[in-house]
């Protein structure tokens, strides 16, 4: 199957009353689990590219890797860039055959923002590449971009109303409260803002930094509007358990294959319920 667009994904999924995952590739192991994770459970799904792994992996292979896995998946497979940083970043990817970007101004004044947003919409829409924007800060570490926990604040739903009105973004990425990498404690996220601004603005919602948030916080989540759940960190933690146990079974391996191969299966595992919880699955 060709690679298809995020917002495609959405539409389905708001009809439906479900969230697509949208799982960050880093590797070759890590872009097949997502791919079989999702054949196995039949659900649409969306691979992702952090600046982080555009620097590992390089876009060519990460294009590459990706369209292979759609090609050889009978699932719906969307490429999408994670927090893009500048509009030339977009552009470059686009001309990869990205088939969906963000643009990440949350750190920018909301008339910069908007401004930045509208540009990329400009260039993506008329070929089908769908949009995220970002309003309100993630805390954690995402990329290059570093927000104090404590000065993470949150999305105001009448910014958001006036972002989502003047640039048409297919999709918005929101601050309720969750954070990117391992929990210190539990995520407290403020639910009345989610539903405030889902109500508002009409478009499906971005939930970021979703791993650790209890699944009981993530299906409330999902039946107020979010659409697109990103985890990254419990991928990490799954594929790394799978490897490190292997070393630690046996010191002395030294096949890659060996070592990677259990990641793999780990990681395929935790995206399988991920997928479940997400109520993505059977939906392909
Ligand atoms: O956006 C959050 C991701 O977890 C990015 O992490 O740049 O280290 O790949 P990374
Ligand atoms: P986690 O690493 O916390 O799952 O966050 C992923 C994310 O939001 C990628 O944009
Ligand atoms: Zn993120």
Known sequence: MALVSVAELLAKAEAGGYAVGAFNANNMEIVQAIAMAAEKENSPVIMQASQGAIKYAGLEYIVGLVRIAAETTHVPIALHLDHGTSFD????????????????????????????????IEISRPIGVSVEGELGHIGGTEDDISVDEKDAHYTDPDEA???????????????IGTA?????????????????????????????????????????????????VNIDTNIREAFVAGARKVLEDNPAEIDPRKILGPGKEGAIELIREKIRLFGSGGKA
């Open 180 to 228: 990117h990498g391992q929990y210190k404690g539990e995520p407290k996220l403020d639910f009345e803002r989610l539903e405030k601004i889902s109500k508002l603005v009409n478009v499906p919602i971005v939930l970021h930094g979703s791993s650790g948030v209890p699944d009981e916080a993530i299906r409330r989540a999902i039946s107020l509007g979010v659409r697109k």
């Open 161 to 175: 109303l006036t972002f989502v009105r003047e640039t048409g973004v297919d999709a918005l990425a929101i601050g």
């Open 89 to 120: 970043q977009v552009v470059r990817c686009i001309r990869s055959g990205f088939s969906s970007v963000m643009y990440d101004g949350s750190q920018l004044p909301l008339e910069e923002n908007i401004r930045i947003t509208q540009k990329v």
